[in-house]
């Protein structure tokens, strides 16, 4: 399973769309919420707390993530699931693989 973390600044209403977003993407991929892999919401304060496989965030909170083990995966629109696709795909196979 891979856990992912969808990052914004209060944790709120817009990291809940990019969770639909990303959950969205690798659905229509065939991978299955809870079985492949899990998305959670933070707040870029609390972030580093939920020790994910992937973030996926803005480059204004990436740049705070700079140091952590996880994949960092920048977009510069949120809302934008081809963007997100296009971004996170090949990172979200890469450690899907890894993580069998």
Do not use: Q, W
């Not at 959670?40 to 996926?56: G, L, Y």
Request: glycine share 6%.
């Amino acid at each position: 399973m891979v856990k992912i973390s969808a990052v914004c600044g209060m944790g709120l209403g817009s990291g809940l769309l990019v969770k639909m977003g990303i959950e969205k993407v690798l659905e229509n991929h065939g991978y299955k919420p809870l079985d492949d892999f899990i998305v959670e919401v933070a707040d870029i304060s609390t972030a580093r707390a939920t020790f994910p496989d992937i973030f996926v965030t803005t480059s204004e909170f990436a740049e705070r993530l700079y140091d952590v083990k996880a994949e960092v995966i920048t977009v510069k629109n949120l809302f934008d699931k081809k963007e997100i696709e296009e971004k996170l795909f090949d990172t979200f196979i890469k450690v899907y693989e890894k993580n069998k």
